[in-house]
């Protein structure tokens, strides 16, 4: 990683305390998260479960307010949700009464910027850059879950965020069709140009997809480790096979198992 | 069915079954033959003297009556009457219950003036306002659509509230993520995610106003369907009561069988219908 490259993202000393009215207690989830996203680049972010990792992505989008440090998107300090990112949510959450191309156009319609058929058009042109031409007319439920997940990533990309946020956006789906949306994910982004931070529970995923994964501690969070994905040429089915494919995940794996130990998660480190 | 098949094993059997018509068709003929078994006891019973018409009438003599009231245009004053208040009670139900239903569900003080009044009266069996209403309304049509109102737009305007309540909140998150404003989610999400529970609540509703007709038209009325059937049974016409309550009883049928198929197309609108 070259430091010349543009800061796409900055999170500095991010901390993030939820306070639990029943348990009437604060928690801090985040503490401390210091991260880096250069302009073109596919972060990873992995980490114990219950970490905080969807937190921080919330964070970064808008959604939830930070208790201290400040995230910063093209050196705009973040306030709240805004065009330059946009949210892929692990539940496709489409909407059942727009048709596919009406759930692409969602953000754009609330946007106002463009007129009616503009809005169409940079719609359709997302249907046919995920490859769901011919089904504009289609309902969310009368598609499978592989497709529902490309419109739901075709409505984010819509607006033309700078940075895409994708919440574990392929947990729902099957292990065959996983897979296939990764390759698809790739292409997509690689055809949008676009800077992304993707959360997942999945090691082989992560490394699969992302140009350097980021390993959280276990909460509250803090960046354990970055690993740099130094796999050789283009990613396809076939990348999982290569020996160093292997021992990133060994390597990730152990990270997180540390980590899910120190904190209880599991009871020892078992010798893998 | 021909026992003689029996020995020729289960695969013929399945593949003839896909074929009949009594197979693919079996609820519905069984449904239709228990009723038709029914009406046939019914009638012989009759018949055979086994039971009084004066008291149970009789198939035969219900298609009498009922063809009799048509022919001779007795019915139709009725009819008109009880539909009119129908349509007026339940379409002023539905203006005032949806729109408030709305409203209360997306702004919290307004629902918190309101409910009081709201659950106050939903708890109430309106009919029993009935003697109100005709205080001061008369025994007029205006008291039958009164009372038809107050009935409908109770379960009309609290499934409304309710649905535009109960949001996804995933949806929600989707919508301030695209920097939705608020009257934008009431618009794109909270509106459109009422529409089943809205349904529900007019199915509901049509069922009130029915019992609203009949009841009201039976305590002080000059004309209407609930009016007929209450002079018929005061003379002793058991027919012609059982034709105001076939009426009735097609009346509800009906109309709820559409609603239902309305609600059935917007089933997927409903917040908990996803997994």
């Given amino acids: 990683m070259t430091e010349a490259r543009t800061k796409k993202m900055e999170a500095r000393d991010v901390r993030l305390d939820f306070f639990n009215g029943r348990m009437k207690q604060e928690l801090t989830v985040l503490d401390g998260i210091d991260l880096t996203v250069y302009e073109g680049e596919l972060i990873a972010i992995v980490g114990p479960s219950g970490c905080g990792k969807s937190t921080f992505l919330g964070a970064v989008d808008g959604l939830v307010r930070v208790s201290a440090g400040e995230i910063r998107v093209d050196n705009r300090r973040i306030e709240g949700p805004g065009g330059d990112r946009a949210m892929v949510f692990q539940n496709d959450s489409l909407f059942p009464w727009r048709t596919v191309i009406d759930n692409v156009s969602y953000g754009l319609d609330l946007q106002g910027k463009l007129s009616r058929s503009e809005r169409r058009e940079r719609a359709q042109s997302l249907v046919e850059l995920v490859g769901l031409k011919g089904f504009e007319k289609h309902y969310p439920h009368e598609l499978s879950g592989g497709m529902r997940q490309r419109v739901n990533i075709a409505r984010a990309l819509a607006t033309d965020p700078e940075l895409l946020l994708l919440d574990e956006p392929f947990a729902a789906l099957d292990a065959q069709t996983r897979e296939f949306m990764q390759v698809e994910l790739l292409k997509i982004l690689a055809r949008a140009g676009k800077t992304a931070i993707f959360i997942t529970h999945q090691i082989d995923e992560a490394i699969f997809l992302a140009d350097r994964v980021v390993v959280f501690s276990a909460r509250p969070a803090r960046v354990k480790t970055i690993v740099n994905v130094d796999l050789v040429g283009q990613r396809t089915l076939e990348t999982k096979m290569q020996p160093r494919f292997r021992e990133l995940y060994d390597h990730i794996w152990r990270l997180i198992e540390e980590e899910s130990a120190r904190t209880g998660l599991i009871t020892s480190a078992v010798g893998a | ?275």
């Fill in chain 2, 1 to 275: 069915m021909s026992s003689s098949a029996s020995p020729a094993s289960a695969p013929t059997r399945v593949f003839r079954s896909r074929h009949s018509l009594w197979q693919r068709n079996e609820d519905f003929l069984l449904g239709f033959f228990a009723i038709l078994g029914f009406l046939i006891f019914w009638e012989v019973a009759v018949a055979q003297a086994w039971i009084n018409p004066l008291f149970t009438s009789s198939p035969l003599r219900i298609v009498r009556s009922g063809y009799q009231a048509f022919a001779d245009g007795s019915i139709y004053n009725d009819l008109s009457v009880s539909a009119i208040e129908f349509a007026l009670g339940y379409g002023l139900a539905v203006i005032v219950g949806v729109p408030l239903g709305i409203l209360m569900g997306w702004y919290r003080r307004l629902n918190a003036l309101l409910e009081p009044f709201v659950n106050a009266l939903y708890a109430t069996p309106r009919i029993a306002l009935m003697p109100l209403v005709i205080i001061w309304f008369g025994v007029d049509m205006s008291s039958k659509v009164a009372i038809i109102f107050l009935s409908t737009v109770f379960p009309i305007l609290v499934n409304t509230m309710t649905g535009v309540r109960t949001i996804d909140r995933d949806f929600v998150k989707v919508a301030r993520s695209f920097g939705a404003s608020d009257s934008q989610l009431f618009l794109t999400v909270a509106l459109p995610s009422s529409v089943p529970n809205l349904l529900t609540g007019l199915r509901l509703g049509l069922g009130h106003a029915l019992i609203g007709i009949v009841v009201g038209e039976m305590y002080g009325a000059s004309a209407g369907i609930g009016y007929m059937m209450q002079m018929a049974g005061s003379t002793f016409q058991t027919d012609r009561v059982m034709v105001g309550i076939i009426i009735i009883a097609a009346a509800g049928m009906a109309l709820t069988h559409v609603l239902k198929m309305i609600e059935h197309r917007f089933e997927m609108w409903r917040a908990d219908h996803r997994s």
